[in-house]
């Protein structure tokens, strides 16, 4: 199966520092027209307060990761989603449902996660919300 995994996080940030709005049902079609996608992981914080937001992403078609998040009295929230991305992707791999991978993210975290499907030769591509100043790394 060709399997994308969208770290939700880090390309929501990305697009909100341009004042860009990501039209979710497009770009999914996007990936199952245009990238042949089998499979999307959409990879997000879980907080209670968006269920209507994750009820829409699942009916769209997207599969949904969550994580769960520490929230601070101050009102910060700390998580992080691209251990779970890694953590999915090789055991999809590992279970031999994935047979392409693709990354949609800006952020240089995955560098390992992409050197190891690349030997396993299953990457297919990296997709960044902003390719000007994503990781010199990625």
Not at 54 to 68: A, P, R, V
Not at 75 to 103: P, Q
Not at 122 to 129: A, E, G, K, N, W
Request: charged share 25%; net charge neutral; glycine share 2%.
């Amino acid at each position: 199966m060709k399997i994308v995994y969208i770290d939700a996080q880090n390309v929501h940030k990305k697009t909100l520092e341009y004042h860009w709005l990501i039209d979710r049902q497009r770009f999914y079609v996007y990936l199952k027209q245009n990238c042949k996608a089998d499979l999307i992981y959409y990879a997000i914080w879980y907080i209670q307060k968006y269920d209507a937001l994750y009820k829409h992403l699942s009916s769209i078609g997207y599969t949904m990761l969550f994580k769960k998040v520490t929230l601070f009295s101050d009102g910060t929230i700390k998580g992080n989603v691209d251990i779970d991305i890694a953590i999915r992707s090789i055991f999809d791999l590992f279970e031999e449902w994935l047979t392409k991978a693709i990354v949609v993210s800006n952020d240089w975290d995955y560098n390992t996660l992409v050197d190891v499907l690349k030997e396993r030769n299953v990457f297919d591509r990296l997709l960044l919300p902003d390719g000007a100043t994503a990781s010199q790394q990625l």
